[in-house]
């Protein structure tokens, strides 16, 4: 399929920024959205240094920009830039999804939302109270789903990471409900959980595996990878081969799209197998 956009002079323009920005998958989500609905639409990728980031955000209503996504390593800078920001930025510090709405930048950060969207696409009965969540990492992408899992019910988060400054932090920034955990006690805090998220690059393509002992993880709970890139880790894997629930890292990216989608071009888009299978076919 031959995705294009932008048909005519009045294209609503939107894209992403991030440096570098060449590797991203946004730009094929958004343009087969795009062609899906007929909108007169165009989503671009821009180079965004972070040392002009800030200067080149504030240009974006004169330039008749839309809105635009933000990834790493201007997250932060984007947050700086906003003239208003939803509840997630400003708790997380940190602009994904920035939209122009009569010359005016609001910032918004949709990552909670991508990972929570889909956990229940993948698993429409999940709770979030049902039990504690062991989440491995202690980056960006934790910091969100802790966010996010914190917001939906979660009792208790337990974080292991490899550095555990990073993962104190964390549990001083959210408070009690998070309990850091050594990284080699890691497997010990899987007996009662009923989510385990590795959040790290460990088992990403060029990456070291991810070494995760599962004997202890009740069969019911579901694992989730937020890497995506081979879709199927080793940790999903072996979770699969003990029959536990397991969920690839795809589906976060596809829903944090959403809606930044809806604001710029009016329609909300749809997550469905034919745009997972569209962005498959370019990993």
Partial sequence: MTLSGGFTGAAIVAGIAGWPVKHSRSPRIHNYWLQQYGIDGVYVPFALAPETAIEAIRLLPALGIRGMNVTVPNKEKAYKAMDEVDRWAERLKAVNTIVVRDGVLHGANTDAFGFLESLREAQPDWQADAGPVVILGAGGASRAIVAGLLDAGAPEIRIANRTPERSDAIRDEFGSLVRPVPWERRADALGDATLLVNTTSLGM??????????????ATSMVYDIVYVPLETPLLAAARARGNPAVDGLGMLLHQA?????EWFGTDPVVDQAL????????
């Fill in 276 to 283: 997972r299978d569209h962005v498959l076919a370019a990993l």
């Fill in 205 to 218: 393509e060029g990456q070291p595996a991810l070494e995760m002992d599962l004997a202890k993880l009740p």
């Fill in 258 to 262: 959403r809606p930044g989608f809806r």
